[in-house]
């Protein structure tokens, strides 16, 4: 191969190898260079194409010769073509691969495809033109919706080694108690276990308050807390329990010495100027003008 041709080819390939990776999730952990985007979405492949199913029903690894259906190269020559699917690590191990071990929020998972044969992949394996990647498995929420439609087994040890309802996970250990409200509103992984998720919650926490809702809560902090996200203390309060306290007592900052003042830089004015809807939780907009009228403020 001369020079020039030699260097059009390596442009052309590396052009390739970069379109490859452009057009979807590429698995490079094993040694590899592959998009599924490319070849389901892009090019129509299904998928036992080249996934030939086992004895136990699974779909097994791609083979050389699987590739070769569609791809025309010889393995017994290698050459610089093979960059196109074999990563340059692979290749200084005489273009080895490794097998992929399955991740470890998965090790405990039981799963076969047989009997989710008749099924499309996109059922479970959510494909769009703009994303697709089936090297990220099924949300628990997916598998359980179907289960719940098709009449399938829903127990835990149908689809678990060890996870069972009445175990708790590793995760609730220690301080869980003291950290599982704002790892619940990170995830939705809660109603895994407990289906009914605001009747759990309220159980516990109409009985007992959390650790924030100290002596100092109910003079000074329960306020600020409010105005940034009402939505949460909404999880056990509704709108009648601040009116019911605030109509018959008043909130501390309303007995400073100065809250009355006329000076926008104190008192009711700063604190109107700042947050006019905390004052309307009590007042209508009408009262201001009750001193307000006819008073003319000065700086």
């Known amino acids: 191969m ?23 999730a590429c698995k490079t952990s094993v040694g590899l260079k592959f998009s599924h985007r490319f070849h389901i979405v892009e090019q129509e492949a299904s998928c036992d194409q080249c996934h030939k199913k086992g004895d136990n029903g699974n779909f097994l690894a791609a083979t050389m010769a699987d590739c070769q259906e569609c791809h025309e190269f010889n393995p017994e020559e290698p050459s610089e073509a093979c960059l196109l699917c074999h990563t340059p690590e692979s290749a200084t191990k005489d273009y080895a691969i490794e097998k992929s071990e399955k991740p470890a929020k998965y090790a405990d998972l ?11 992949c996109d059922s479970c394996h959510k494909s769009s033109s703009k994303d697709f990647d089936l ?10 919706s179907c289960h719940t439609k098709q009449g399938a087994p829903q127990e835990c040890e149908a689809c678990h080694k060890v996870i069972r309802a009445e175990q708790a996970p590793e995760s609730h250990a220690q301080d869980w108690e003291s950290r599982h409200g704002f790892a619940s509103r990170l995830s939705n992984s809660c109603a895994y276990c407990h289906p009914n998720r605001q009747a759990f919650c309220e159980k516990c926490h109409q009985t007992e308050k959390p650790k924030d809702h100290i002596f100092s809560w109910k003079t000074t902090g329960h306020g600020v807390e409010a105005s940034h996200d009402r939505r949460i203390c909404a999880t056990c309060h509704t709108a009648g329990y601040c009116i019911d306290c605030h109509k018959h007592q008043k909130p501390v900052s309303h007995f400073t010495g100065d809250w009355m003042a006329y000076q926008r830089e104190n008192g009711h004015a700063e604190a109107a100027r700042r947050n006019f809807r905390s004052c309307n939780v ?3 907009t009408g009262e201001c ?10 700086k």
């Open 2 to 24: 001369s020079k020039q041709k030699r260097k059009l080819f390596w442009f052309g390939l590396a052009a390739l190898v970069i379109g490859a990776l452009g057009l979807g």
């Open 110 to 120: 039981i799963f076969s495809h047989e009997p989710h044969a008749d099924f499309n």
């Open 135 to 144: 090297n990220n498995s099924p949300l628990m929420t997916t598998c359980i």
């Open 282 to 284: 009590c007042h209508e």
């Open 289 to 298: 003008m009750k001193c307000h009228k006819g008073i003319i403020l000065r």
